[in-house]
């Protein structure tokens, strides 16, 4: 079995959406960003947390995993959220049933009675009550994710259904996403029923795609599901490109629709773009040329060939203070708070003030409040 599913759950977002990206993207190999590498390690770190907590391991064995792992203050902090999170869950249902309650950390799932070939790994799934709760850690923040309708963690719920429900007797499934950068817990339920009836729906679905005989349709799917083919994609280009007949026109203005039909796939359209452009470069530097362009060098920049402390060292011996050949900064609000701790709220609460954000643009569905331009103008005015 190959180390990753071409069905995977984490791309079925794309997959169902175009049946023809699974073909396209052979052509490019999957490369581990450093997005992607920080996410498994965020993974291992909350994984062997929860582990010492319910006595897998040992505090010996703990810190050893852990002392191999890169992290930082703010992983700590969020993983230790999210364990939380898994172990409130996990002991609440104890309280009902505790024999009959099981976690399972990092489990391998099979879901290809639906998908051809199908599997995944759930971060964490909790067994209890005639209930599968499924729960997904994402530990990145540019994109939300929510967990309504999510197929990756309907596709959890499949393979847990198949590795459980014959012993459990399963009536529901309740799927949630954990990403805490961005304060995001989103939960979704369904029955048992529910799922393997969309499961059932989805196999001619995932049959095409698996083929390689898809069609390829653009869509937000492509941009949120990273597709390593959008760049050479003319499905895209044509989707992405859509603002093109507008160019064509002349005196004549855009109207609120067409602004909102613009405004509709921005997103896509830069991801796209800026795509395209680091394809071309890379495929210019092994030689390829396209027409009107070719490449030069950057804008130079200089540094040290020592490291800053022997510069700092020359400096000093020819007789240069410190003052002079260092910069001083004030430390940022949030950087404050992580050196100075509970201190920060005694010493220097009254001193910080929170501003309002700039308006921005966003999708009607977004939760914030209505920009109050009033509220924003006046807001740090003083009354008289």
Known sequence: MEKHAILSASSAKKWLNCTGSVALEKQFPKQESEFAKEGTTAHKLAEIKIKKEIALI??????KQKEALQIDDDMENYTENYSDFVLAN?????LYDDINTILELEKKVDYSRWAKQGFG?????????????????KYGKGVKVDAQNNPQLMLYGLGALEAYDWLYDIKNIVMTIYQPRIDNISTFEMTAKALYEWGESIKEIA?????????CVAGKHCTEGFCRAMHVCKAFAEYAGSV??????????LTECEIAEVLNNIDAIVKWANAVKEYALQQMLNGTEFTGFKLVEGRKSR???????EVAKILLQKGYTENVIYK???RSVSDMKKVLGADFDNILSEFVLTKSGAPTIAR??????????AEYDFKYVDTF
């Open 58 to 63: 040992n505090h010996n064995d703990y810190y």
């Open 90 to 94: 996990y002991r609440k249902k104890k």
């Open 121 to 137: 790994t759930a971060d964490a799934l909790i067994i209890a009550n005639n209930t599968i709760e499924v729960i997904d850690l």
């Open 207 to 215: 049959e095409r795609a698996y083929s390689g005989k898809g069609e």
């Open 244 to 253: 093109k007949k507008y160019k064509e026109k002349e005196i004549e203005t």
């Open 303 to 309: 540094c040290y060939n020592v490291t800053d402390d």
């Open 328 to 330: 001083k900064t004030l």
């Open 364 to 373: 009607i569905e977004d939760k914030r409040p209505i920009y109050n331009s």
